[in-house]
């Protein structure tokens, strides 16, 4: 069993900045991707960005130069730095983790989403 938990959204003004961060815990014996994705009101999620654990990361052309993603994998953790909030910015983010099973087996895990609204 493996339990993604999130942390660090709300509510900021266009130009902000919030700090997401995301804790896989459980029966873990490898994290080879973890990543931000995003979902606004009727639209389909997208992947904002994402770290491998060779440490090669990849974002949506919409975030570069904005957002950067970072990982603590002793502590099995990611971050998501967000610096010039838009309100175009504004979904639910969940946190996505690959995760490789002391019996090899690999499986997909998400946290349970975090709000973030960038409103005046």
């Known amino acids: 069993q493996v339990q993604l938990v999130e942390s660090g959204g709300g509510l900021v003004q266009p130009g902000g900045s919030l700090r997401l961060s995301c804790t896989a815990s459980g029966s873990i014996f490898r994290i080879n991707f973890m990543g931000w994705y995003r979902q606004a009101p009727g639209k389909e999620r997208e992947l904002v960005a994402g770290?491998?654990?060779?440490?090669?990361?990849n974002y949506v052309d919409s975030v570069k130069g904005r957002f950067a993603i970072s990982r603590d994998s002793a502590k099995n953790t990611v971050f998501l730095q967000m610096n010039s909030l838009k309100p175009e910015d504004t979904a639910v983010y969940y946190c996505?983790?690959?995760?490789?099973?002391?019996?090899?087996?690999?499986?997909?895990?998400w946290g349970q989403g975090t709000q973030v609204t960038v409103s005046s």
């Open positions: 996505n983790a690959r995760v490789i099973s002391y019996t090899y087996y690999t499986s997909n895990y």
């Open positions: 770290i491998t654990d060779g440490g090669i990361t």
